[in-house]
């Protein structure tokens, strides 16, 4: 696979390559394609590398790639990022550098699959940047992000969407939906919102009045758009 576009820098969200389930290759290179920082995670380096990604940081406490220089002498430029602290995940350290670095969206692949415990936590811990930087995570099956308190969109009709509260949601209100809320609240382990859809094209609206509520615009089948 070629390496990333060079585009003005961090004008175009960053690209973090976590280390769960890979994704297909049209959504991994449409992605790189104008990402003009690439940070991969300790635990996926030899699987980026196999790939022929340029890389421009290495992020971890490389426990799993302790000869991680040599891994990337064919890289330069590259940064090593060393982060040891064991009470962050990888991801979490990975997103915190970007915010430093002045990013101010980010996307994510390789996030999800795999161990169930890394993906829950994945999803669910995005929402503690939510006002500092705009995430979105992929795989071929699902687009997840943070909704703002007032959110309009365009979907076609029957388009998938699910709404999943981190914790408790209240005051939700929806429109455009086949299962509309009505000053509802949404708990996690006990009523979610998911598996909803687009009841006719047209424009989606939701709005909330406490917590947070995560959005996943999903598909049966692979992204390819």
Avoid at 95 to 106: C, F, Q, S, V
Avoid at 128 to 149: A, G, H, M, N, Q
Avoid at 152 to 165: A, H, T
Wanted: net charge negative; with cysteine.
């Amino acid at each position: 696979m070629s390496s990333h576009h060079i585009v003005k820098d961090k004008q175009e969200p960053a690209l973090i390559i976590a280390n769960g389930e890979a994704c297909s290759y049209e959504l991994l290179s449409q992605l790189l394609e104008w990402s003009p920082t690439v940070v991969v995670l300790d635990g996926a380096i030899t699987r980026v590398l196999e790939l022929g990604i340029k890389v421009d940081v290495a992020l971890g406490d490389f426990d799993s790639a302790k000869n991680i220089e040599q891994l990337l002498a064919d890289q330069q430029p590259v940064k090593i990022v060393h982060t040891p602290d064991q009470n962050k995940t990888d991801l979490e350290k990975g997103i915190e550098h970007l915010i430093n670095e002045g990013h101010k969206a980010i996307n994510i692949l390789w996030a999800t699959g795999r161990r169930a415990d890394h993906t829950i936590s994945n999803i669910t811990n995005i929402v503690r940047y939510k006002l500092e930087v705009s995430i979105v995570l992929y795989d071929d099956y699902s687009k997840i992000f943070c909704l703002p308190k007032h959110f309009e969109k365009w979907y076609v009709k029957g388009f998938p969407i699910s709404l999943i509260p981190v914790g408790v949601v209240s005051g939700i209100h929806s429109s455009g939906l086949k299962y509309n809320l009505k000053n509802d609240t949404l708990t996690i382990g006990y009523r979610t919102g998911s598996s909803n859809e687009a009841e006719q094209e047209g424009v989606v609206k939701i709005s909330y009045e406490s917590g947070d509520l995560i959005m996943m615009e999903c598909h049966d089948r692979m992204l390819a758009e």
